[in-house]
């Protein structure tokens, strides 16, 4: 099975930009549907981005035109670029996996997901 690992998270005025790295091991991550999620203090976790075992990504309307996910399966890496960051977004990022073998959702949804990562802080100040 596969393990994600999260980094890249920290603090960063409005406006600012981070990039967040999902590193994944004991698999391949061509074989897993990929989401990021993010979790606010007092709020639920919520999908941000998810990409499909079509490849299709989709974004939570909240981040769109804002962030970007990519994968690179030479490094076996997921990213999340994050742009015009807003206070809003502050919040602890996550990235998850499940196989995507006969499952055809979005990744969006954290009740579908199978494996986690500890997560990543993004603090925004305004």
């Known amino acids: 099975q596969v393990q994600v690992v999260e980094s890249g998270g920290g603090s960063v005025q409005a406006g600012g930009s981070l990039r967040l790295s999902c590193k994944a091991s004991?698999?391949?991550?061509?074989?897993?549907?990929m989401g990021w999620f993010r979790q606010a203090p007092g709020k639920e976790r919520e999908g941000v981005a998810g990409?499909?075992?079509?490849?299709?990504?989709s974004y939570a309307d909240a981040v769109k035109g804002r962030f970007t996910s990519s994968v690179d399966n030479t490094e076996n890496t997921l990213y999340l670029q994050m742009n015009v960051l807003k206070a809003e977004d502050t919040a602890m990022y996550y990235c998850?996996?499940?196989?995507?073998?006969?499952?055809?959702?979005?990744?969006?949804?954290?009740?579908?997901?199978?494996?986690w990562g500890k997560g990543t802080l993004v603090t925004i100040s305004s």
């Open positions: 998850a996996a499940r196989n995507r073998r006969r499952f055809t959702g979005s990744c969006r949804d954290p009740n579908d997901m199978d494996y």
């Open positions: 004991g698999d391949t991550v061509s074989d897993y549907c």
């Open positions: 990409i499909d075992r079509s490849g299709r990504i």
